[in-house]
């Protein structure tokens, strides 16, 4: 049972950086695969990167490697998304999601999600 909170998001221009942050609830946290999600209008939810349970492993979507990195922080229950050179395609609702296996690109394999952040980059 994990509930989760973002916040971070907000308007920025194209090439600015915004970290985006994802509190849990309770003690399980470690053992949740944390991913995060973004949608924008008209699109399918897609997914963006993930972590293990332990922070060793990492995943993340070809148009944001080497810009975006997430990484968590279990003694404080979040995980991050620091996204750098943001550009307006980034533009979207963003989600952060557990699920208790391994790193997955699939939305409905996560069981948990919270309720968004939005990121907006104006060009």
């Known amino acids: 049972q994990v509930q989760l909170v973002e916040s971070g998001g907000g308007l920025v221009q194209a090439g600015g950086s915004l970290r985006l942050s994802c509190a849990a609830s309770g003690r399980t946290f470690s053992s949740y695969t944390m991913g995060w999600f973004r949608q924008a209008p008209g699109k399918e939810r897609e997914f963006v990167a993930g972590v293990s349970r332990i922070g060793s492993k990492t995943y993340y979507v070809d148009s944001v490697k080497g810009r975006f990195t997430i990484s968590r922080a279990n003694a404080k229950n979040t995980v991050y998304l620091q996204m750098n050179n943001l550009k307006p395609e980034d533009t979207a609702v963003y989600y952060c999601?557990?699920?208790?296996?391994?790193?997955?690109?699939?939305?409905?394999?996560?069981?948990?999600w919270g309720q968004g952040t939005q990121v907006t980059v104006s060009a």
């Open positions: 999601a557990a699920n208790p296996d391994i790193i997955t690109t699939i939305p409905g394999e996560y069981n948990y």
